[in-house]
Nanobody, 117 residues
Framework: QVQLVESGGGLVQPGGSLRLSCAAS????????MGWYRQVSGKQRELVAS???????NYADSVKGRFTISRDNAKKTVYLQMSSLKPEDTAVYYC???????????WGQGTQVTVSS
């Protein structure tokens, strides 16, 4: 059974930075594209960054130039470095594998990011 554990969220001031981590278990991690998603209460979850097994990356326009996704296959972990944070980045952040254009596994608990002064 695949388990995803996100961490690293918190409260940060506008313009600040955070690094999120997502550790996966029960999966051949290196073979999957991975994505970071975020969800604001009452809204649909959106994909903000993805990284393929060959480490090609893609970003939503709203975070391009500010967020960086990376992965460590040995640790079965995907990271999201977030900089120049804005209040509109406030959300619960989740990671998941990407399979056939959709999520690969059940969601983890997510990690809350709050950007506020």
């Amino acid at each position: 059974q695949v388990q995803l554990v996100e961490s690293g969220g918190g409260l940060v001031q506008p313009g600040g930075s955070l690094r999120l981590s997502c550790a996966a278990s029960g999966v051949i991690f290196s073979g999957y594209a991975m994505g970071w998603y975020r969800q604001v209460s009452g809204k649909q979850r959106e994909l903000v960054a993805s990284i393929t097994s060959s480490r090609s990356t893609n970003y939503a326009d709203s975070v391009k130039g500010r967020f960086t996704i990376s992965r460590d296959n040995a640790k079965k972990t995907v990271y999201l470095q977030m900089s120049s944070l804005k209040p509109e980045d406030t959300a619960v952040y989740y990671c998941n594998g990407i399979s056939f254009g959709g999520r690969a596994w059940a969601w983890g608990q997510g990690t809350q990011v709050t950007v506020s002064s």
